[in-house]
């Protein structure tokens, strides 16, 4: 692919990694259609939290290594948003540990630009700078550019759906962006599987004003973590609803590990309609008495704070951590390429993943722009 003409590019995954791959090539002149396979509106009510950047000090290095700033969602939206969207909160530098009783054990402080935001946030305002489309909350559609290539978005689309509908797309390249679960990448490496690391995350949010003045106190605006014997949870702000980055319209986002044999895994993804689901169960699906049973287990082993937070979610989710990762990125004469979750699934708790997909997006820019990196150099980047 040159930049000198417009290419046809099919993007198979319209999540943030579909999105930041996206924006790259159509802002390069580039025609980009995106394939979804679930509606807009579902997937952007997922409901969690992002860090922007990586609190782990390796992590946050190896990214710093690999961009200018060891940020790369900031980065990201510092080249390429044209709304002039507030889509994260900033929260402070530094971080707190809390002992079993709800006072703090230790706060450390990092030299790292910390802010967050929610999932939602971070779409709707991608899909803007992308298609036009604005799916809820503030801000206009970004402004197009007379360089700029035409951007489709596809929703109810998977790559098999697609096909076997006997529907084609003309492409000069297709990039793999559908997550751990990828569908191109199974294509490719039959051999390569997603496999269970052996727990699950429960995911919400609360409103910051439903939380009680003892836990408000605790918690403040500073990541929180609690760890006790074999697992932790974590807890930090995001945006509210709309967007919103006003104090007491804020959500608190927590995120808790819990260790899970399969069997149990199973049990806890069978929803209220009796459907297992494979490696996650959405918002409103869960049977009441697997989250009656799990309020119980708060009570018992998380600190308070942190506990009173996990009650007052109304709409849980879960998600159980996978692994999956390969040794290609680069296939069939440079025509397919493989980012983001579905070239490597990052566990959530290095709060890298989503980061992930947004270096191996602006190093594509290094490839097809300014020449200063080749094909076969990105792929050795981002395998690393």
Sequence with gaps: MANSHSNKVVIVGGSLGGLFTGIVL??????????????????????AGISLSSLIPPIFESFKNLTASGSPIIEFFDKYDRTGTQYYINVPSEFQYLKRDGSVKAMVTTNIRNSSASWDSLYTTLRANFDGRYEKGPGNAAKKEADDGKA????????????????????????????????????????????YGGYAAWRGTVREDCLSKEAADILQDTPSFFYYKGSHAVIYKINGINGSTK??????????????????????????????????????????????????????????????????????????????????????????????????????????????????????????????????????????
């Design 26 to 47: 159509q802002r390069l002149g580039h025609d980009v259609t995106i394939l979804e396979r679930t509606l807009s509106q579902i997937l952007a009510g997922q409901g």
């Design 247 to 384: 104090d007491r319209e804020r959500f608190m986002n927590i995120v808790w590990y819990s260790n899970y044999a399969p069997s149990e895994l199973q049990e806890i993804l069978t929803s209220a309609f009796g459907k297992v689901q494979h490696f996650s169960i959405g918002i409103g699906k869960i049977c009441p008495e697997i989250r009656s049973r799990q309020g119980s287990i708060a009570s018992s082993v998380l600190t308070p704070p942190l506990s009173e937070v996990f009650q007052k979610v109304e709409q849980p989710f879960i998600q159980a951590i996978t692994d999956n990762i390969t040794s290609e990125a680069v296939f069939m004469n440079r025509e397919v390429l493989l980012g983001g979750g579905a070239l490597a699934g990052l566990r959530p708790h290095t709060t890298a993943g989503t980061a992930q997909a947004a270096m191996h997006a602006l190093m594509l820019n290094k490839v097809f722009v300014s020449g200063e990196m080749s094909l076969g150099e990105w792929e050795m980047k981002v395998l690393k």
């Design 152 to 195: 489709d978005y596809l929703t109810q689309l998977s790559l098999r759906r697609f096909f076997g509908k006997k529907s084609s797309l003309e492409a000069n390249l297709v990039i793999g962006a559908d997550r751990p679960g990828s569908a191109v990448r199974e294509l490719l490496l039959p051999e390569v599987e997603r496999t």
